[in-house]
């Protein structure tokens, strides 16, 4: 596993994937922060953390359009299912080099939470918050856009495809308050990534959220294992 973390890392950059996200993110953070913080002279951070959560719609998929993609597209996926290397090991790998060069994004909330920090008391509760509530959406997000990165070898199918999951994810809540029937409504609201989010922007600690984006991280990284399965055997 830790050679395929290294490889995807390594190849993040190669690829100048790495460098496009990471300008973006910072891009992205910065303009919110300056808009919500600076200009009001405000150490409140939650409105820059909870818009983020559509910034990551539209980088999340570009991050992981190619983890799978290109392996298949280059024809190298049967190298790496017949490799000595376990297909969760493998899939794993994939997910904690995508994972590293995210949260080497969001750690740049901190700084601007410390910049701050010299001109107001931040709430550092709230921004540990946000921060952990960033990373569990964010994993739970590039478990998703690894599964879709499975599925095909275009890597812009596989990016339009990721979109389409998480924004669906996303919407799930309001779809929720249209549905008449009341154990229905009720099922899509419990599953909505927006709905399980917005606690961790104000700071709140649910451990059910927590358990949820965990868990629902790991169970799109097994139905990629399983998609992986399929192929070695197919």
Known sequence: MTAVLKREVRAYFDSLIGYIFLTAFFAASGVLFSI?????????????????????LVLIPILTMRTLSEDKRQKTDQLLLTAPISLSALVVGKFLAAMLIYAIGVGMTLVYAVVISFFGTVSWLTVLGNVVGLLLLGAAYISVGILISSLTENQVIAAIGGFGCMLALYLIGSIATIIPIGWISKIFAE????????????GIFDFSN??????????????TIRVLERRRWS
């Open 36 to 56: 919500s913080s600076l200009s009001f002279g405000s150490t409140d951070m939650s409105a820059m953390y909870s818009t983020l959560f559509f910034v990551l």
């Open 191 to 202: 599953i909505s990534f927006s709905e399980r989010y917005n606690p961790f922007t104000f």
């Open 210 to 223: 927590v358990l949820f984006f965990i868990s629902a991280t790991v169970i799109f990284l097994f139905l």
